[in-house]
């Protein structure tokens, strides 16, 4: 009966005190971006000047903002078909066995390396591949940045599609081949529609993860704090920006960076909320 | 039942620890000093870590040094959560003005920053204050431009495009490189200016030293700037740079500690770029630890005064400056030192002088 009851208060208790920890996260931003707002009013996020200079301070979020979308957005169009066959392929062609078992421990592997490993691969090893194809003088760009972030973020949009697909109920397939379909009738027309609000969740997940990933991109965009003119140029992103800038910030800059903080996590949620609209759409 | 009984009992064991951790830091004013903290900029960290290192075994006191940036020392100052701070550059008479009470500047050694360069083959190149600005600026983009082969007859300059590479995290290295330009070229000061970040017209931004160092070791054709000591350090090959007495110097301990032989304000707050000794190096900067005049803040101890004084006053002298150069820094001239030891003497707590 007693340990029923601190059980209970211990949840309550948990429970409440995550709520107050995200609640004053939001709270913090919010106190320490109003110096900023009122400087710089809704100007912030159209405004592409980001000047640190003292006596000349002007800061704005476009060119940040821009280049957080363009780069995770990218990624995860790149990322879509090898999450998506490697969904397919763990979830219906090969659910058991040596090799299935094998990808998914490389895969997982994926996700447990760290984000400046990534960093360091993408500046030695996948620089100079793009410097050598002439797509870029330096190497150095949102292209570069978002296949790295494809590579990072393919483990998030992968498993929990694999996850899904493989829960889609037998006795559907087994009706559907029973009428004659194919084996990709059976995909087309059974597992995506049964599935697709999970695969579709795994995506926006992995979209999250991109637009906050910070180490790699920073040494890979390049940190130009201009509005990027194509996918090959150079960039910089929220996250990237917060963490390059932040150690010796004061004043305007500081409320100005604390600003994009909260912008970047209106953002992630903003995201995040469509994905959950769409995902009740599929799943209606 | 009983799991979560001990779970409740450790939690408030905890709690209880946590609290009473919290009431027992005050300090008499008699009390003893055991330790000694300070925060502050990164350039000079390992020559700090080395001499603060050396005087905690000698001493048996505990000396720690926080490398969190110039901007982060200034304000653990403010806080007053430090015994001392540390910076790059000098606070400005505004920045004085919003600290509590007032604070004195001691300058510990000298530092420069270099322009560093990846080319094929390898020449030493020459540069004046002109193509600074032409390269830095992206006026000048290519390195067969005729005005970088005037100031560098008979050397091979490749066919090749100019990447600008700068610091893109703040940094007191961007800030003495800004300063040097304005003082040389007016372009740069109306529109880019002096500052820890700027806002650059073009290039490539990277992290930390190491972050552009790599990059330019990484790009050919890149040109970028670097704190000495960690090009000193690595090797990495630098440009002689014009002075203003007309001199192309090559960046060394030597020419970096000449720059500060010139003319000194008592309280040694002075940028030494594009400085009027003949065989100075232009880009050098004093690099600072900075104290409040009246020790006595925030309940600190007589001793805890005494001692941060006598640990200042060591990281002046003879036997800590020789120090400086094992770490590709350069020492302070003796002018600097006396300067330096007139600013310490003016130390009080409770408004009595401490030497």
């Given amino acids: 009966m007693n340990s029923e009851k601190i059980f ?19 709270a913090t931003l919010f106190v320490g971006a109003i110096p900023s707002f009122k400087e710089f009013g809704f100007g912030f996020i159209y405004s592409s000047d980001w000047n640190p200079t003292q006596g000349r301070e002007s800061y704005g979020a476009l060119p940040f903002i821009i280049g957080t979308l363009v780069t995770s957005i990218l990624a ?42 990534y960093g360091l691969w993408g500046f030695y090893a996948l620089r100079p591949i793009i410097t050598d194809l002439g797509l870029n003088a330096q190497g150095f760009g949102i292209f570069t940045s978002s296949i790295v972030l494809a590579i ?41 529609p049964n599935a697709g609000s999970g695969i579709f969740a795994g995506y926006i997940l992995a979209l999250g993860r991109a637009i906050g990933e910070t180490m790699a991109v920073t040494m890979l965009i390049g940190n130009s ?60 | 039942m009983k799991k979560f009984q001990l779970l ?72 007053e959560i430090v015994d001392f701070g540390a910076s790059d550059a000098f606070l400005t008479d505004a920045k004085l003005a919003e600290m509590p009470s007032e604070v004195l500047h001691i300058p510990t050694c000298l530092g420069a920053v270099v322009a560093a360069y990846n080319l094929p083959e390898k020449p030493e190149l020459k540069f004046t204050a002109e193509l600074m600005e032409g390269i830095f600026m992206g006026k000048i983009t290519n390195w067969s431009d005729v005005r970088i082969a005037a100031v560098n007859p008979g050397i091979n300059l490749p066919d090749l495009a100019i990447t600008v590479v700068y610091r893109s995290d703040g940094s ?10 304005s003082k040389v070229s007016t372009d740069w000061k109306e529109n880019i200016g002096t500052g820890k970040a700027l806002q650059w017209p073009v290039g490539i931004g990277a992290k930390g030293n190491p972050g552009v160092a790599g990059t330019i070791g990484q790009t050919l054709g890149a040109i970028g700037y670097i704190g000495s000591e960690y090009a000193f350090a690595q090797g990495i090959p630098v440009a002689s740079i014009q002075n203003l007495a007309g001199n192309f110097i090559h960046p060394s301990v030597e020419s970096v500690s000449a720059a500060a032989k010139g003319e000194m304000p008592d309280d040694t707050r002075v940028s030494l770029t594009n400085t009027d000794a003949s065989d100075g ?50 020492p302070l001239p003796e002018s600097a030192v006396t300067k330096a030891k007139a600013v310490l003497s003016k130390v009080t707590y409770n408004g009595k002088a401490l030497n």
């Fill in chain 1, 8 to 26: 209970r208060y211990l949840l309550i208790g948990s429970g409440v005190l995550i709520v107050f920890i995200a609640l004053g996260i939001i």
């Fill in chain 1, 76 to 117: 995860l169009l790149i990322t879509f078909p090898f999450a998506f066959s490697i969904s397919l392929f763990l979830g219906e062609y090969f659910k058991n066995g040596k090799l299935p078992s094998f990808l998914r421990s490389v895969i997982d592997l994926l996700a447990g390396i760290p984000s400046v490993v």
């Fill in chain 1, 152 to 192: 990072m973020i393919i483990p998030y949009a992968s498993s929990l599609g694999s996850e899904v697909i493989s829960m889609v109920p037998g006795s559907l397939k087994e009706a559907a081949y029973s009428l004659g379909a194919t084996r990709f009738e059976v995909v087309k027309t059974v597992i995506i």
């Fill in chain 1, 225 to 284: 704090n201009r509005i990027p003119t194509g996918i090959f140029d150079l960039g910089n992103t929220m996250a990237s920006l917060i963490a390059n800038q932040f150690g010796e910030a004061e004043g305007l800059k500081y409320t100005s960076l604390v600003e994009i903080g909260l912008l970047l996590f209106i953002i992630t949620g903003v995201v995040n909320y469509i994905g959950k609209l769409i995902m009740k759409k599929l799943s209606a």
């Fill in chain 2, 8 to 79: 409740l009992t450790a939690l408030i064991a905890i709690a209880l620890m946590t609290s009473c951790g919290g009431s027992g830091k005050e300090k008499a004013s008699t009390e003893k000093a055991e330790a000694i903290t300070g925060a502050g900029a990164t350039f000079p960290q390992p020559f700090y870590n080395k001499i603060f290192k050396n005087y905690s075994s000698e001493k048996d006191l505990i000396v720690t040094y926080g490398g969190i940036g110039s901007g982060g020392g200034i304000r653990s100052l403010k806080d």
């Fill in chain 2, 172 to 181: 007191g290295t961007t800030f003495i490189f800004s300063d040097y330009m």
């Fill in chain 2, 281 to 330: 190096y232009p880009i050098s900067s004093f690099t600072w630890l900075i104290i409040y005049k009246e020790q006595n803040y925030k309940n600190r101890s007589f001793d805890q005064a005494v001692q941060t004084i006598k640990l200042i006053d060591w990281a002046i002298s003879a036997d800590a400056q020789k120090e400086t150069t094992k770490v590709h820094y350069a």
